[in-house]
């Protein structure tokens, strides 16, 4: 009953190589994000996608390339990997409800994939 | 200036005792606010959100906003040893209905029996 899920979990490699992380939801949300939390745990958003068009675009290299093949996952692809890429890669999903309590779009954060670049 | 500020702390309270955690952000734009919880090793959990000004209860835990001061705080009320973990302000700046939350850098809270 995982509702959001990551692959891998643990991911060491060298630099220059080439990598791919995958999220899935089974939520039924409509927008995935991806996160990077470095070594100082400040938590930064990435990307997001609504309904597989992508909506939020942050100043991230090239060289992290994001594909949604459909609402339910959001897959990282990463070329070219440098050191300063290690850190922790976070997927989370959300849906916009309008509610008694307040419009809201909270996030659900996925189990994480640690990164090492060596 | 931070988007999103909170003191990294650490801090730390005594078993029992009221901890109190707080944030200023930016943006008076921001529409809703968010406090999660993360344990070492662990992805963020939510504990609540706030979007009105006021206060706002959930069992051990309150959410109080003052948009005016661009001000929310988390009390948590009977620390308990459990509750050490670092905690994350989240807002959504902007005010979009897509959530694009900036983060604070997070308080470590350590409760001590």
Same mark, same amino acid.
């Given at each position: ?51 597989? @068009? ?6 991230? =290299? ?6 949604? =093949? ?49 | 200036?931070? @988007?999103? @500020? ?7 309270? =005594? ?29 963020? @959990? ?68």
């Amino acid at each position: 009953d995982t509702a959001v899920s990551q692959t891998p979990k643990y991911l060491v490699t060298q630099m220059g190589n080439d990598k791919s992380i995958k999220c899935e939801q089974n939520l039924g949300h409509d927008t995935m994000y991806w996160y990077k939390q470095d070594s100082k745990k400040f938590l930064k958003i990435m990307f997001s996608y609504n309904n597989k @068009e992508l909506i939020i675009n942050e100043t991230v =290299p090239n060289r992290f390339s994001p594909k949604s =093949p459909d609402k339910a996952h959001l897959n990282l692809h990463i070329n070219s990997l440098e050191l300063g890429d290690s850190a922790v890669y976070f997927c989370a999903s959300s849906q916009f409800r309008r509610s008694i309590a307040g419009p809201t779009d909270t996030q659900y954060f996925g189990p994480g994939t640690r990164l090492t670049v060596l | 200036q931070k @988007e999103v @500020e909170q003191n990294s702390g650490p801090l730390s309270v =005594p078993e029992g005792a009221i901890a109190s955690l707080n944030c200023t952000y930016s943006d008076r734009g921001s529409q809703s606010f968010f406090w999660y919880r993360q344990y070492s090793g662990k992805s963020p @959990e939510l504990i609540m959100f706030i979007y009105s000004n006021g206060d706002k209860e959930d069992g051990r835990f309150t959410a109080q906003l003052n948009k005016a001061s661009q001000y929310v705080s988390l009390l948590i009320r009977d620390s308990q040893p459990s509750d050490s973990a670092t905690y994350l302000c989240a807002v959504n700046v902007g005010g979009t209905s897509y959530g694009k939350l900036t983060f604070g850098q997070g308080t470590i809270l350590t409760v001590h029996p």
